[in-house]
């Protein structure tokens, strides 16, 4: 069992930067494929970008790449978002959520193929 605490998240203006976090309880996070997804208001939960369990792979939703870095600190059983440059289109609730490793090349990048999550922490980016 894995449990996940986002933290972070806030009111922001179109342009300013944000840093989430997502600390992670048990003692084997670095075997967990770490993701980070996001819920605008009547929409789906999307993908935004997700990091192998070593940390040497990462791979980013088209509308944040360059903008968005995900990382990790195995060492503190912590994932992070840093987000730059944000828009008024990325408001939403952002989720951590969890999975086990699979050491391959498959990417996941739907909410079912993730076990564990977070509650959530709003983000908020005004124009």
């Known amino acids: 069992q894995v449990q996940l605490v986002e933290s972070g998240g806030g009111l922001v203006q179109a342009g300013g930067s944000l840093r989430l976090s997502c600390a992670a309880s048990?003692?084997?996070?670095?075997?967990?494929?770490m993701a980070w997804f996001r819920q605008a208001p009547g929409k789906e939960r999307e993908f935004v970008a997700t990091?192998?369990?070593?940390?040497?792979?990462?791979l980013y939703e088209d509308s944040v790449k360059g903008r968005f870095t995900i990382s990790r600190d195995n060492a503190k059983n912590t994932v992070f978002l840093q987000m730059n440059n944000l828009k008024p289109a990325d408001t939403a609730v952002y989720y951590c959520a969890a999975r086990p490793d699979t050491y391959g090349s498959t990417w996941y990048r739907r909410t079912r193929e993730y076990d564990y999550w977070g509650q959530g922490t709003q983000v908020t980016v005004s124009s």
């Open positions: 990091i192998s369990g070593s940390g040497r792979r990462t």
């Open positions: 048990g003692r084997t996070f670095s075997t967990y494929t």
